[in-house]
């Protein structure tokens, strides 16, 4: 027999509380002889031998009372008994939540985190007995169901199978499941084990605190493992985000990097170097006081066509699951372009200027009517330049194709103006609004501002110090204003755009 709460059998010390007040009651009575009471002496030793039973009685029945109490609040719980195959032994179901987390990949001298948990987890397997029910909960994420088994092989093989996860999330989390999943159970042991580090991040986000008394209540037993209590040098890359729009080859790609120094002392010459297709390009080194956080700006060019892999990775520490970040871009070997106009003498200057751009033909320029836009297939190609006045009949589908992630060009036609343009645009789910402006004889229009931060002027200036855009004289344009949905690259001396970047939001 086995007590579930074995510290109440100190409370068996009561017992003797009732056997001290009986011996404290005993009193030494003084005898006087009366000559006329002889006759009772007979009858008084009968009674008083009854009398001193039910004392003795009343004294047991006390003691075993308090004996009963407390036995009880200890929960005896028979353990291997069978008789004819079958087992008096009440029945455990338990789960174990292992925190998968990268943070548990910390090396000590008797393993990682991690691995420790794993052997202790299938140390307790070896307590459980045949009939006994397990589960494994992973802090990393956790599905609608929890599969519970009798196999104990089996999920020790299961804990053998579990490695450490680059995904987050937090105990709290975990422990909800837990608590469902025990809640369920009908076997009379219910058994939580938790194995964590305790990361204090990792807990639970503010105001996500769960009162669970109702699901747990006392039949519940939670187990706690804590693997904390090094001292952790850790730094991590927690972004890694390409800047460049416009890929090139053997163009520069800028990247930032965001770099945080999780340990409790600064780090000096903290070194981030910058892959791409598995080549080093570049590589700076910064300064992190201990939970500062910096964003470093790292650029190589980019050397082939296609799909190219960038990673940016600082110096080995104790944790190395955050020491790198991926990402990826792709440079076309030549770009589709289909180009849209009401009449081809538009069309004809932009598709020579596209064709001689570069001397590979990186542009695959195609040329259609707009009309023929519902018996084509836009989806192969990656960017269309519409020139016209009036395309309200094709909006629903040019909307579809930007919503798609691919780019559109809008220039006006050189037919005479049109108030059907601005109301194009708006088919487009733009909001903006505009209006046809004709200039007096002798005057004109130029640029104002000019945008040289945009993408579309990178890399195209031989000095970069004197940058700048000749402009056109205008006698009449749309004067257009992007109400706040779109942003200027570059405005006239009117203050209205003459060239606008719109992003669609659906």
């Not at 991040?201 to 939670?222: C, F, P």
């Amino acid at each position: 027999m086995t007590f579930l709460n074995p510290v109440i059998l100190f409370g068996l010390l009561a017992a003797s509380i009732p056997i001290l007040i009986h011996l404290l009651n005993l009193r030494k009575l003084k005898k006087i002889e009366f000559s006329t009471l002889q006759f009772l002496k007979e009858l008084q030793k009968n009674k008083i031998r009854k009398i001193k039973f039910k004392q003795w009685l009343l004294l047991a029945l006390r003691v075993l009372i308090v004996l009963c109490i407390v036995t009880a609040f200890a929960r005896p719980t028979l353990v291997g008994v069978s008789i004819g195959g079958t087992t008096s032994a009440a029945k455990t179901t338990a789960v174990f939540i292992l925190d998968d987390t990268f943070s548990m990949s910390v090396v000590e001298q008797d393993g990682s985190y991690f691995n420790q948990a794993r052997e202790t987890i299938k140390q307790l397997l070896n307590q459980f007995e045949e009939g006994d029910e397990v589960g494994l909960i992973l802090v990393s994420h956790q599905p609608d169901e929890i599969e519970m088994t009798s196999n104990l092989e089996k999920f020790k093989q299961e804990i053998d199978n579990v490695d450490i996860s680059f995904a987050s999330n937090k105990l709290n989390n975990a422990i909800i499941k837990a608590a469902e999943v025990i809640g369920k159970a009908k076997n009379f042991n219910k058994e939580i084990y938790l194995f964590t580090d305790f990361q204090k991040g990792r807990l639970a986000s503010e105001g996500e605190i769960t009162d669970l008394k109702e699901q747990l209540g006392e039949q519940v037993r939670l187990y706690s493992f804590d693997y904390s209590g090094k001292e952790i040098n850790n730094f991590g890359i927690d972004e890694l985000k390409i800047n460049t729009q416009i890929f090139e080859k053997d163009k520069p790609v800028k990247f930032d990097a965001i770099v945080k120094n999780y340990s409790n002392h600064s780090k000096e010459n903290l070194v981030v170097s910058l892959f791409i297709d598995g080549e080093r390009s570049a590589q700076q080194s910064l300064d992190l006081n201990s939970g500062e956080s910096k964003t470093i700006n790292l650029e190589a060019p980019a050397k082939n066509y296609g799909n190219s892999e960038a990673e940016a990775e600082i110096e080995e520490d104790d944790i190395l699951q955050d020491n790198q970040r991926f990402s990826s871009f792709y440079i076309p070997q030549k770009i589709p372009v289909l180009i849209l106009d009401d009449d081809i003498n538009d069309s004809k200057l932009l598709e020579i200027a596209l064709k001689s751009v570069s001397e590979k033909g990186y542009f695959d320029v195609t040329t259609k009517k707009v009309d023929q836009v519902a018996a084509t297939e836009l989806n192969d190609y990656q960017v269309i330049v519409l020139l016209s006045n009036n395309f309200m009949s094709v909006g629903d589908k040019l909307k579809k194709f930007l919503n798609s992630g691919k780019g559109l060009i809008v220039f006006p036609s050189s037919e005479s103006a049109s108030s059907n343009f601005i109301s194009s645009l708006n088919s487009l789910g733009l909001a903006i609004s505009g209006s046809y402006v004709n200039i007096e004889k002798g005057q004109s229009v130029h640029f104002s501002e000019v945008d040289f931060n945009h993408p579309l002027f990178e890399n195209i200036f031989i000095n970069e110090k004197k940058k700048q855009v000749e402009s056109p004289d205008f006698y009449s344009y749309y004067k257009i204003n992007p109400e706040g949905k779109g942003k200027t690259i570059i405005s006239l001396e009117d203050e209205s755009s003459f060239l606008s970047e719109y992003s669609l939001d659906d």
